[in-house]
């Protein structure tokens, strides 16, 4: 008994060329583009020590903070959001990706769409690793003034609203 196929259409080498074109291709995710945002994340990701001035120390006496003779820094913590969601989420996003990248070679998405569909789902995850961010805690003077909101990366959310992505 003889069996014959004949494929009417063969997609074969579309298919190959878009997994082909995922070669090389690589999707940042952070507060990018630089500006006050990303200055701001880097503060906050890696901590950051602040000299006291004249003009700063008057201007905290009189908004009811008071620091010693001696204090010459203020510390900002070390509160990693970045590299910590990145950690804390690249398992699931890569099982994901384990997922998409069937469709992919079905045909069914781009390699750019592809591409696009992981940095969105990393920025997303990251950006609410870093809402629910509780620790370390603000200064309560800080606490104070921003009307108590106790996540330490929140104040106008404007620096969590810039985490995006990029495909290069």
């Known amino acids: 008994m003889g069996v014959t ?13 878009e997994l082909n074109s995922l070669n090389g291709k690589k999707v940042k995710v952070g507060v990018l583009g630089g500006g006050e945002q990303a200055w701001l994340a880097a503060i906050h990701e890696y901590g950051w020590n602040i ?7 008057a201007w905290l006496h009189a908004n009811g ?12 913590p070390e509160r990693s959001f970045l590299r910590s969601g990145y950690d804390t989420n690249i398992g699931s996003v890569l099982d994901e990706t384990d ?11 781009s390699a750019d769409e592809f591409c696009k569909t992981v940095g969105l789902l990393l920025a997303d995850r990251i950006k609410e690793y870093a809402t629910e961010l509780d620790s370390p805690a603000k200064h309560p003077f800080t606490l104070q003034r921003n ?4 996540n330490p990366l929140i104040d106008s959310g404007d620096m969590i ?3 995006s992505y990029e495909v290069e």
């Open 161 to 163: 609203g810039a985490i």
């Open 99 to 109: 997922r998409l990248v069937g469709f992919v070679g079905s045909g069914k998405m």
């Open 65 to 76: 903070l008071h620091l010693k003779a001696s204090t010459t820094e203020i510390h900002i």
């Open 51 to 57: 000299k006291v001035t004249p003009k700063m120390r």
């Open 147 to 150: 009307g108590g909101k106790a």
């Open 5 to 17: 196929i004949k494929t009417v259409k063969n997609d074969f080498p579309k298919i190959e060329k």
